[in-house]
């Protein structure tokens, strides 16, 4: 009985003619490949799934650097790193999407349920332009040119031009941990605001528009922009670490659990005095201090 | 026999995948959205302008009012230049020309989007921001820039569709003594209205859906332009920026607006589908 | 005051060809400027090689083969559903409501805005049914969007093989599906493959889509569910953030001249079809 259905089965695909053989040949040849690719390439043990850190885009260059040098030492992991936002990272975490999301801000409301582990403290940088002659603002001054209160650098002494505001988007940790220090309560970013979605995005527009000012991550500063001193205070590594410049927050890998395993061991590796140095290194102050 | 009627059911069952797709698509959409539209009510989701998701405000105005004009804008730069390569091609040009152009300007469809924002962030951005104001990032750069990228669809449909006026029309046209530019704008042109109208409303369909590329020179700003220098956030842009990490209300509210935006596109197809079945 | 018709003739003339030979050198323009700015960066280490720190140095690599994989797998999806749809609305069934039904379905699908897509497979595969970010994720939405593509360049080139082979295969007796595995498939096979050319091309240029689906890892994927960026991504992502711009070019030019080789091959395909059966 079954011979028979095999029988018919095989006559559905009788291709005699040589264009209809070859694209069999070619499907097969495609689809045993593909299935080489599941069963997990050489080397590899089975069950290996890659480790997965999803999340801030403060965090993501960062991790990355980790990354590398974690893989280099154990060729068989493989971690892959994604941006989206620390909310999108936390998002992540906790759907069992990512096995660990990277947030630049913290905690809240019913996130608080999953595990959350420092890894650095960084800060937060006013960039401008690097031909603005601007090189310290207040708090005050921060707030109300966000909010929308000062419009035009000729408030500010500057020629008169208006104020190009570029803010990240909602979802980032950034942002919130920004509104947070300078924003506060009361006052919310000018919905006038050009918004990027990373915190390399904002840096790019601020180096290339003359009358632009934007915040990132402080370690993410090159020498394409120009970091204002908030209240005097330079936004320099030692500032952070003797507490003096006022706008820092923690980087956290959050999880819903970490198993034993490769998730562990890198973070493992993150916090040990290697990881750490590492980070030092790329201008971000290390959670021992 | 009964193998036949067997192959005929799979191959059935396959050709329902396509409307498959689509209805789970459509479904998963609307599913997901309509809780939010009924919670906020329709009228505060398309009339209110303040979207602050995090806080419970899901007014979409400012999106539906800034993508229609970065399309509006498209339109007005992008159906002129089309068409008038469409009429060249199709009317003016030696037919070596045209067999040569007309694949060549084709072409311009393969260019990814990204590439497209790019060169509009590297080149039309700082000239918007020199030369007229503003910060460079905004609705007229958001419609330059799709104004370029619907150019093919616009060209090769029209193109299309003026050479499928019947040679007849012309030649009586000439015959009674019109030059060819008279032939052309009073005979061929609304000969072939319809499918020109097609194109335009197939043109406008690749503009409203357009993401990367206005997520890189418009400014997503959220609020409603007063100029075309401001910068502007459409549909698809807040789509794109929030998608990440939306949860809860705040992805319904998402998945709402992929309905707005469906909907817009299902009018605009079945209007293109109209027309050229009438024709 | 009515101008000479053949006054306003030449203006107009004029002008169009203005106007065209402005579109032409937009055209021009942006070919020519990725392509200086980008091709002296395209060296067969650049192609090799995986791409270090971020993408600041190194090559490209890992996102070739992701870009070959994720495109792979939506042409092998997409394929048989297309195919088998096309040869079923023009072999089995007459015009009627049910072909105008699944017509209509495929041109929609084809309207569906990229970003739709990607929250829907974002949501559907990446979230809900936890293949997380994955070369799968990515795969099977862009199944989705170049069906409709594949379902029309099918019909197209089935449709355009002469009646008479197929009444020439019953006279001698075939069975209908002998009559289309060897004679029609084997003749449509050249439109088909138009069609399956033009859906790679789509594929390649793809961002907003397979950002949110087959998401942005550096490494090579080595399993359907790992993540990968494909070259489009990576462009996006590199430029976006300055990383490094002589590497987004470098990508953006081998893109770009992808796409632009697979869609002169297609259409002198078409061209040289259109030609055989006319």
Known sequence: MSRNYLHRIKGLFEFPSPSGRLILALLTAVLLLFAGLTGGGCGRQQTQKAVCIAGSTSVEPFAEKLAEVYMHRHPHIRIDVQGGGSSAGIFAAEQGAADLGASSRELIGKEKKLQEIPIAYDGIAIIVNKQNPLTNLSLNQVRQIFQGEITEWSQLKLPPHPIDIITREEGSGTRNAFEEMVMGEQAEITPMALVQDSNGSVREIVADDPYSIGYISMGLVDNRVKALSVDGIAPTRENVKNRSYKLVRRFLLVSRGLQPGSCQDFVNFILSAQGQSLLESEGLVGVGD | MKKELYIERVLLFLALSSIGSLVTITVFIFWEGIPLIAYTGLKNFLLSSHWAPTRGHFGILAMIISSVLVTIGALVLGVPLGLACAITLAEFAPERVKTLLKPTLELLAGIPSVVYGFLGVIWLVPLIRDYLGGPGLSLLAGSV???????????????????????????????????????????????????????????????IGETMAIIMVAGNALKIP??????????????????????????????ATGIVLFIIIMILNLAASAITRRR | MRLDPRLSQVFMKILLWTFTGFTLFILIFIIVNISIKGLPQVTPTFLLQDPLDMGRHGGIFSTIVATVYVTVLAILLASPLGVGSAIYLTEYTREGWVTRLIRFGAECLAGVPSIILGLFGFVLFVMKLGFGWSILSGGLTLAIMVLPIIIRTSEEAIKAVPQEYRQVCYSLGLSKWQTITRIVLPSALPGISTGIMLSVGRSLGETAVLLFTAGAALRTPTSLFDSGRTMAVHFYILAREGISMPNAYGTAAILMISILLINIVAYSLMQHLMKRYS
């Open chain 2, 145 to 207: 820039i799709l104004g370029i990228m619907i150019l093919p669809t616009v060209i090769s449909i029209s193109i299309d569709a003026l050479s499928a006026v019947p040679d007849l029309y012309r030649d009586g046209s000439i015959a009674l003594g019109a030059t060819n530019w008279q032939t052309v704008h009073r005979v061929v042109l609304p000969a072939a209205g319809s499918g020109i109208v097609t194109a335009i409303i197939l043109g406008m369909g690749r503009a």
């Open chain 2, 226 to 255: 007063t100029s075309i220098l401001d910068p502007v956030r459409t549909l698809t842009a807040n789509i794109a920026l929030e998608l990440g990490y939306a949860s809860g209300r705040h992805r319904e509210a998402l998945f």
